[in-house]
């Protein structure tokens, strides 16, 4: 790392640690770079517009729930197929937990 004039860091220095690839896509909300990186974690590129939908759309702990859940799994076939079905299930359990509490 290069240190600038006053002790500061050079940002290009700062940035070229992250190590991000720009594909040339044109990702301007936060929720298309978490879909990006669920994608990308999921290794589903190919999938990654429906993780972008997801992520604008389903709550965002469900979603991290499912992700460490698939983490956590080193045997899986497929890393994208167990998220789905995680996420299926975490969204089946917060629906009978509202049903429970209605009655």
Not at 68 to 76: E, G, I, M, T
Request: proline share 0%; net charge positive; aromatic share 10%.
């Amino acid at each position: 790392m290069t240190v600038a004039k006053g002790g500061f860091t050079n940002i290009s220095s700062v940035l070229a640690r992250f190590g991000l690839k720009d594909k040339g896509g044109y990702i301007t909300q936060e929720f298309q770079d978490y879909g990006y990186r669920l994608a990308v974690a999921l290794d589903d590129l190919e999938h990654k517009s429906l993780y972008i939908k997801m992520a604008k759309t389903t709550d965002r702990k469900l979603l991290q729930e499912a992700l460490s859940f698939v983490a956590d799994a080193h045997h899986a076939k497929s890393k994208a197929r167990l998220f789905m079905w995680k996420v299926k299930e975490l969204k089946k359990g917060k629906v009978q937990s509202k049903d429970a509490t209605k009655t």
